[in-house]
C-alpha cells in the first residue's frame, strides 16, 4: 500500500515506552484492585483488597488508649520498689530492670511426658525461661519518648539476655505486647524474653523459608530484600545509614513494619556500637511515626528474630539475616482495628490497604512526637499568660 513503511521490531528487545506502560498497569492493578502477594519468610500468600477502605464502618469501636498514666502507682507491679504478685520486692531501679516472670509459660525443670505415643496425640516435653525487662522507671514514658541513649540501653540489654540465654536455649524470644488493645496489663514500658528448648513455630518456619532462598540464590533472603527496598523507596517508612524500616510487600497488619541492618547480621549479639546506636535512633522515629498517625500511644505486638542459638550456635546459618517485626493492630483511627477472623482464618490473610498506601501515609508524618509539640504549645501559652 501506498504512503506507507513497514515497520519491524525484535520481540525481544527492551521497548521503554512498553515497560512504562506495563509498569503503570501493574501499580494500577496493585492498587486499585484485588490481588495476592507471596511472604517468602512464611510460604504463605496474602490477599491484597484496597477497594474495601471505601465501605463505611459500622463494625466494633475500641475505648481510646488511656493518656493519662501516673508517673508512679503503688498499685503497679513494674514500677521501681514495689511489691508483686509472689511478694518479690523490686530494686529501685533508675534505668533498666530485668526479673524473671512471676507466672511463667516455660519453666526449666517441667517433666518429659514421653514418647510412647499414637501419632495423632503426639506431646513434648517443654522447657524454659520466661523474663521480664522494664524499660524505664516511670510508667508515663515509652520507646519513642525515652532518649535515644536510655533506648540504647535497652538495645544493650536485650543483646545481653539473648547471649545469656542462648548459650543454653536454640531459640531466646524478644518482644513486646504495647497497649491494652494487645494484652498488656500493666501501662508501664516493659517486654518480655522468652528462651526455650525448641525452636518455635513461626522461626521454625522462617528458618526453612530463608535455608532454602539461600540454597537456591545464594545470599540471605532478607539482605537481598533489604536491598531492593531501598532501591525502590516505594515501602520505605524511616532509614538510616545502618538501618531499614519497611512495610513490607507482603503485610498482613495495616501498618506493619519490618526492621532491617543494611549490613549481613545473624543476631543482636552480633551488632557493632556503630549499629546499636543506630537502631536506637531507627526505633525512636518509627516508633514516634506510629503515635502521630493517630495521636496516641500506638498499641503492636513487636518481636526479634534471628539466627537460633544454644546447638546452633556451631552450625552455618548464613541463611538468617536478623530483623524485627511490628504488628500494629489499628486500621482506621485510633478506634477502629483490624480483626483476623472470618476468611483470615479459615481460609488466608487478607488486609484492605496497600503497604505502599501504608508505607506513604507513616513516611510523611512528622518525626517530632506530638506529645512534645503539645508540651512546647502549653508552655508557649502558659508564658503568653504570664
Request: with cysteine; aromatic share 10%; net charge neutral.
Amino acid at each position: 500500500m501506498s504512503g506507507t513503511k513497514e515497520v519491524t521490531f525484535d520481540p525481544k528487545a527492551p521497548s521503554p515506552r512498553i515497560h512504562s506502560y506495563t509498569f503503570i498497569l501493574c501499580a494500577r492493578v496493585l492498587l486499585e484492585h484485588q490481588h495476592l502477594r507471596y511472604n517468602p519468610l512464611r510460604d504463605t500468600w496474602v490477599l491484597v483488597s484496597a477497594h474495601r477502605m471505601k465501605r463505611p464502618w459500622a463494625g466494633q469501636v475500641e475505648k481510646p488508649p488511656e493518656e493519662h498514666i501516673p508517673r508512679y502507682d503503688p498499685r503497679n507491679p513494674l514500677c521501681p520498689g514495689n511489691t508483686r504478685a509472689n511478694g518479690e520486692v523490686n530494686s529501685d531501679y533508675d534505668s533498666t530492670f530485668i526479673f524473671e516472670n512471676d507466672f511463667p509459660a516455660l519453666q526449666p525443670d517441667a517433666p518429659d511426658p514421653g514418647s510412647d505415643q499414637h501419632p495423632l496425640f503426639q506431646s513434648k516435653a517443654a522447657r524454659g525461661i520466661c523474663k521480664v525487662m522494664c524499660f524505664h522507671p516511670w510508667s508515663d514514658v515509652t520507646l519513642p519518648l525515652m532518649k535515644k541513649h536510655e533506648v540504647l540501653k535497652v538495645i544493650d540489654k536485650w543483646a545481653g539476655l539473648v547471649e545469656e540465654l542462648g548459650t543454653k536455649y536454640p531459640w531466646v524470644q524478644i518482644f513486646e505486647n504495647k497497649g491494652a488493645m494487645m494484652g498488656c496489663s500493666n501501662p508501664h514500658p516493659h517486654c518480655q524474653v522468652w528462651a526455650s528448648n525448641f525452636l518455635p513455630n513461626e522461626p521454625a518456619l522462617s528458618d526453612r523459608c530463608q535455608r532454602a532462598y539461600y540454597k537456591k540464590h545464594g545470599e540471605p533472603l532478607l539482605l537481598q530484600y533489604a536491598r531492593q527496598e531501598a532501591e525502590k523507596k516505594e515501602r520505605v517508612v524511616v532509614e538510616n545509614s545502618d538501618w531499614l524500616a519497611v512495610v513490607p510487600y507482603w503485610a498482613t497488619w495495616p501498618y506493619q513494619t519490618l526492621l532491617l541492618p543494611r549490613r549481613h547480621v545473624l543476631r543482636i549479639t552480633d551488632l557493632t556500637t556503630g549499629e546499636r546506636e543506630g537502631l536506637a535512633d531507627i526505633m525512636k522515629r518509627l516508633l514516634t511515626k506510629y503515635d502521630n498517625l493517630f495521636e496516641i500511644s500506638f498499641p503492636y505486638s513487636m518481636g526479634w528474630h534471628g539466627a537460633p542459638t544454644g546447638t546452633h550456635l556451631k552450625e552455618d546459618n548464613s541463611h538468617w539475616h536478623l530483623h524485627a517485626h511490628y504488628y500494629p493492630p489499628l486500621l482506621r483511627s485510633a478506634t477502629v482495628k483490624k480483626f483476623m477472623v472470618g476468611y483470615e482464618m479459615l481460609a488466608q490473610e487478607q488486609r484492605d490497604l496497600t503497604p505502599e498506601q501504608a508505607a506513604e501515609k507513616l513516611r510523611n508524618l512528622p518525626e517530632e512526637h506530638y506529645k512534645t509539640r503539645e508540651n512546647q504549645e502549653k508552655e508557649g501559652g502558659n508564658e503568653k499568660e504570664g
